[in-house]
């Protein structure tokens, strides 16, 4: 079963605001990743936070991991029409070789 | 960067016939992945590699079999495709110690 649940599916903002999408995991990780994917495209890793951190940055992104609550968020900030894509969280379970993909949410950015 | 390419881009294939997709990768990354993406489901991991000869099962394994013989190559064959199997495959590779995965372009296969 899927380890990562996201939150929503779908997101539609205007360009310029800030887009905030959640995901909500089972076990313990050792980190919880984030992924874009543009249409007909592969994934891109785009930040990863460690089970010891509580918030990274990187440019308009920033990303918060509460372990007690197994949930984290991603906020983009400012929104381009280039943001518009799909966006995956994964997490990197204790133990495991592997990634755990969530269903994504679909983040559209109108002009 | 990871060069990273999946053959063939396209595929159409009949119900009953094999079918194998092959990943390359240009650097010696030890870990291999193959997933699966549908909608409604996200990305699905079918098997991965952890080294030459050295593979395992994913969440989504039946139907499916996997070779890597050379570092370099990850081969995913369906032995008989079915239509459920119409799907976008994507090869990914591990390139950090952390588990960060670089993905390839995708296949996209139909079963008919």
């Known amino acids: 079963s899927q380890q990562g649940e996201e939150d929503p599916q779908a997101l539609s903002i205007q360009e310029g605001e800030n887009a905030t999408m959640n995901c909500s995991y089972k076990?313990?990780?050792?980190?919880l990743q984030w992924y874009r994917q543009n249409s007909g495209r592969g994934l891109v890793h785009l930040i990863l936070?460690?089970?010891?951190?509580r918030e990274k940055h990187s440019g308009r992104l920033r990303v918060t991991l509460d372990t007690s609550k197994k949930s984290s968020s991603l906020l983009i900030t400012a929104s381009r029409a280039a943001d518009t894509a799909s966006y995956f969280c994964?997490?990197?379970?204790?133990?495991?070789?592997?990634?755990?993909f969530g269903q994504g949410t679909r983040l559209t950015i109108n002009p | 960067d990871a060069g990273i390419t999946q053959s063939p881009r396209h595929k159409v294939t009949e119900t009953g016939t094999p079918v194998t997709l092959r990943c390359h990768q240009t650097?010696?990354?030890?870990?291999m992945y193959w997933y699966r993406q549908d909608p409604g489901h996200g990305l699905r991991l079918i098997h991965y590699?952890?080294?030459?000869?050295?593979?395992d099962k994913g969440e989504v394994s039946d139907g499916y079999s996997v070779s890597r013989s050379k570092t370099e190559d990850f081969l995913l064959t369906l032995e008989s495709a079915t239509s459920s199997q119409t799907s976008v495959y994507f090869c990914?590779?591990?390139?950090?110690?952390?588990?960060?995965?670089?993905f390839g372009p995708g296949t996209r296969l139909t079963v008919t």
């Open positions: 994964a997490t990197d379970a204790i133990g495991a070789q592997k990634l755990v």
């Open positions: 650097e010696n990354h030890r870990y």
């Open positions: 590699s952890y080294g030459v000869k050295d593979t």
């Open positions: 990914a590779i591990r390139t950090g110690g952390e588990n960060e995965q670089y």
């Open positions: 076990t313990s990780i050792n980190n």
């Open positions: 936070i460690r089970s010891n951190e």
